[in-house]
């Protein structure tokens, strides 16, 4: 083993920014990093302050180094930047000033837990006989918990968080971004939920656009998941190991599966320029603490005190100071820029000892009040930006759930669908995402909703306002709505005003505000009505009528399942094609979102809604292996709302003898 000055255990960015800095510094310095992965496995979003950067240079002297100056440049343009990018640039120069890297596990254990001897911190870091070892592996840094005093890490609770990664081949779609900022925080607002979204940059070499969401989550909703670290993150759309990755999404709380299941739908329905790659969507968890080593120097005399002359030894990054909301890497670059500053004396020459020692208790001064400091920023970022923005969004889902219950819509199926019907297609066909096919526009539209609403929607609602003067109630959430419709009214003369102002240079969206701001001003001048003439007429028919309205026999609902029969019928005689498919896994999934929806306003039914929700869940296999879509479920399903089945002996012999047809597609 060759000897070195310097070893540095961590190759992340901050381990190679602190091996480059050194080499700056010093090209005669022998500098090895041990590095546990031969690649940087973290790939998310990090914001990296250009001025960080800029004092790291400052301090080591490298303001006309080109590849810095470069790097400098594009951050301050844009200053998202994937983790491992930066990596690989701190890593090449690092590399290029002559560091060396060995990739290897400082303790490593064998299966049974067991230390490997020659990969001790004593037998593989000390046999390069360093005057300076650098512990920057991390929040949970075996330099520290090896060669510090025990408990020398302090832990700090703040809050909890869900991260949402994935990524977008091409360019992730920025034109009308802001109107696309508007939808994620209406998403977010109607779950009571507080988020931030990280745009990257496009890996050149591979053409996709990393994209990161993180969600503030309560104590409560993260424990019961805290198993789902980054490492061991759900991915619930993947094709490996589908079967049990879906059942993994299942433990997320609703309301969070609700969100990401909403967001991913909008991503699809948005990504012309650019195309979802599901095996991306990963969704993970994880404490954001602020977290500390209460002593980042010390000297180590080795197991025994067997050395003659103690090493010394220096934390940095986040295994110093572990810090949340994207916090941590900047802090982490700013230590550094302070701890080269004031050991610069004593690695310009030949590292003296006793200098050395000196200039780190310098750092040790510094760096406690510096960690004290920033610990008291992301407490205060917590405190005043992120609890109020938690009681906000939550008054908000409560006044949007008084003025106009909209039962979250279950997307997962039909994400799921989508990305099954894409293995059927050929490579670089264009498929859009249209989770009900049979209908002109999607029916899931929210009250209030930036996004576009269609024209025709609009006036539907506009003519029922006068037809259900004549309609029996279906249930007590019809009776309770005609008494909000004031409210609705005036969201949606807000609605229409703003999107009236925000789209004069764009018809679609004039008009759509014209539409919606006639229909709130219609709402609010049959207000009167609706609070007296209304409720005595509907409810003197609703009593003459007298028998249960129950939801599988509401029009739309025969209507669909009438129209669902007739695809069954088409595949017992035909060769069943990829339309097809589509349009029937639509007509499921329509049948499910109004059954879903009537039944959670409390109308009757005469099926069990336990039933229909399990018979709902087989209706694609649980692995792509196994097909897109199971027409005996789609059979039963179907089956369910029209009171009878179609034949399954029939189906079955009519399968054998279609070529390629067997009971999934």
Not at 181 to 194: D, E, K, P, T
Not at 234 to 247: G, H, L, M, S, V
Not at 590 to 597: E, I, S
Not at 639 to 656: D, I, W, Y
Request: overall charge positive; aromatic content about 8%; hydrophobic content about 35%.
């Amino acid at each position: 083993m060759k000897e070195a000055d310097i070893v540095i255990v961590g190759g992340g960015p901050i381990g190679y920014a602190q091996a480059m800095a050194f080499k700056k510094l010093n090209k005669d310095l022998k500098v090895v990093v041990l590095e546990k992965y031969p690649e940087f496995e973290r790939k998310h979003t990090l914001v990296m302050q250009p001025k960080q950067l800029e004092k790291l240079m400052i301090a080591t002297g490298a303001q006309n180094d080109p590849d810095l100056k470069k790097l400098l440049k594009t951050l301050r343009k844009k200053p998202h930047i994937r983790t491992n990018h930066i990596q690989e640039q701190f890593k090449k120069i690092a590399e290029a000033a002559g560091v060396e890297t060995v990739i290897t596990t400082v303790e490593e254990k064998t299966k049974e837990g067991i230390p490997v001897p020659e990969k001790t911190i004593d037998q593989l870091v000390l046999g390069y006989k360093p005057k300076l070892i650098v512990g920057a592996d991390g929040t949970h840094s075996v330099v520290n918990e090896k060669l510090f005093p025990k408990g020398n890490h302090e832990h700090t609770e703040v809050d909890f968080a869900m991260q949402i990664r994935y990524e977008i081949e091409g360019n992730a779609d920025t034109e009308k971004s802001w109107e696309k900022s508007v939808s994620f925080y209406q998403n977010l607002a109607r779950q009571g939920l507080v988020a931030t979204q990280q745009i990257g940059k496009k890996d050149p070499e591979t053409g996709k656009t990393p994209i990161t969401v993180q969600l503030i989550i309560p104590k409560e909703d993260y424990l019961p998941l805290k198993q789902f670290t980054a490492k061991k993150a759900i991915k619930p759309f993947a094709n490996d190991t589908e079967k049990d990755e879906r059942e993994r999404f299942a433990k997320v709380p609703p309301h969070l599966r609700n969100f990401i299941s909403n967001h991913i739908e909008s991503v699809l329905m948005g990504s012309e320029n650019g195309k979802l790659d599901k095996d991306s969507i990963r969704i993970s968890v994880n404490e954001l603490p602020a977290s500390k080593a209460k002593k980042v120097v010390t000297e180590y005399k080795g197991a025994d005190d067997s050395l003659e002359e103690p090493v010394q030894i220096s934390l940095n990054g986040d295994a110093a100071l572990g810090l949340s909301y994207f916090k941590g890497f900047n802090a982490g670059l700013e230590a550094l820029a302070k701890y080269v500053e004031l050991l610069k004396p004593a690695l310009v020459g030949d590292l003296d000892k006793k200098l050395l020692k000196e200039k780190l208790e310098d750092y040790q001064n510094w760096f406690s009040l510096f960690a004290d400091k920033k610990i008291d920023e992301v407490k205060e970022y917590s405190a005043l930006k992120i609890k109020p923005a938690f009681k906000i969004v939550k008054f908000v889902r409560k006044m949007k759930g008084f003025s106009h219950f909209e039962p979250p819509a279950q997307k997962e199926q039909a994400i799921q669908s989508y990305f099954r019907l894409l293995t059927k297609t050929h490579p670089g066909d264009k498929i859009r995402y249209e989770p009900y096919p049979h209908r002109a526009y999607n029916p899931d539209i929210k009250l209030g909703q930036f996004a576009y609403v269609p024209i025709r929607y609009s006036l539907k609602k506009m003519g029922k306002l006068f037809i259900d003067f004549f309609k029996p109630y279906k249930g007590t959430y019809q009776l309770a709505n005609d008494f909000k419709q004031p409210l609705v009214g005036t969201v949606n003369i807000t609605s229409g005003l703003v999107k009236i102002v925000t789209g004069i240079v764009k018809p679609s969206r004039f008009a759509d505000g014209l539409f919606t701001l006639a229909r709130g001003l219609l709402e609010l001048a049959l207000w009167p009505l609706a609070w007296t003439l209304k409720p005595l007429l509907r409810g003197l028919i609703t009593l003459i009528d007298n028998k249960p309205h129950l939801i599988e026999k509401n029009h739309g609902m025969e209507k669909l399942a009438a129209r669902g029969e007739e695809l069954l019928q088409e595949e017992i005689e035909e060769t069943f094609s990829f339309v097809k498919a589509k349009l029937l896994l639509g007509i499921c999934h329509d049948l499910h979102r109004k059954f879903d929806k009537a039944n959670q306003r409390h109308q009757k039914t005469g099926l069990h809604s336990e039933k229909e929700e399990e018979i709902y869940a087989t209706l694609i296999p649980k692995t792509q292996e196994e097909g897109t879509i199971s027409f005996k479920a789609a059979q039963q399903y179907i089956g369910l709302f029209v009171g009878k089945k179609l034949s399954e002996e029939n189906l079955s012999s009519s399968n054998e003898e279609a070529s390629g047809i067997d009971n999934v597609f």
